[in-house]
């Protein structure tokens, strides 16, 4: 089967650097997506990637690596505004597609 | 804003109803995708279309059907409607139907509310 994890909520204080966790066990792999999705609206595009190593993009870095089925989303400098739900989406590959994380709620403090 | 709208808004109806949700994906997209959202659930992906034909199915049920038209927007028809059926559901967009990278772009989703 098909199954990605994350944690279900995590807190942190503004200003602050966060980590968010994904693993997946899929049977195919095209690529990872993150995206942010505040309480009642749609998700929006945060990073993909598809080979391992590193992606950054301000104040968000995305990180891959395929051997071990992991990835983590990092976001630096923490503001308000970051309290959302972090999803972790996988691309199957030959198929088309595509199995979502039921998210990381993350809880920015003053 | 994404590109990508949605209507209605909210969709309140009553069990063993019928309707219809309606996308119309960004200028120059020619996938469209169907998610569920349930309450504390993730996306649960349900069907994507591709230039006017199915590419992938996923937890659609037999209850479920969609389509997209030759221009391009697509419509979600979802019938004989259950309690369980209440949930959010969003339609997005992306440039191409393949699985590489292929950023979707996501509408505001309808809340449907089944009575």
């Known amino acids: 089967g098909q199954n990605i994890d994350q944690p279900t909520e995590m807190t942190a204080t503004e200003g602050a650097i966060v980590q968010i966790n994904c693993t997946y066990q899929t049977s195919g792999f095209n690529g990872l997506f993150w995206y942010q999705q505040h309480a009642g609206e749609a998700p929006t595009f945060l990073s993909y990637?598809?080979?391992?190593g590193l992606e950054e993009k301000g104040r968000f870095s995305s990180f891959l690596s395929r051997s071990k089925g992991y990835s983590y989303l990092l976001l630096k400098e923490l503001q308000m505004k970051d309290s959302a739900s972090y999803l972790c989406?996988?691309?199957?590959?030959?198929?088309?597609?595509?199995?979502f994380g039921t998210g990381t709620r993350l809880k920015v403090l003053a | 804003d994404s590109g990508v709208t949605q209507t209605p808004k909210h969709l309140i109806t009553a069990t063993g109803q019928r309707v219809t949700l309606r996308c119309s994906p960004r200028s120059g997209d020619l996938s469209v995708y169907w998610y569920q959202q349930s309450l504390d659930q993730g996306l649960q992906f349900l069907i994507q279309y591709y230039n006017g034909e199915e590419r992938a199915k996923g937890n659609i049920l037999e209850r479920f059907s969609a389509q997209q038209f030759p221009d391009l927007h697509s419509e979600l028809n979802l019938s004989s409607l259950e309690l369980g059926d209440s949930a959010l559901y969003f339609c997005?967009?992306?440039?191409?139907?393949?699985?590489?990278?292929?950023?979707?772009?996501f509408g505001p989703g309808t809340r449907l509310t089944v009575l």
């Open positions: 989406a996988v691309s199957l590959s030959g198929t088309y597609k595509y199995i």
């Open positions: 997005a967009s992306s440039v191409s139907g393949s699985g590489l990278y292929n950023e979707q772009f």
């Open positions: 990637n598809v080979l391992d």
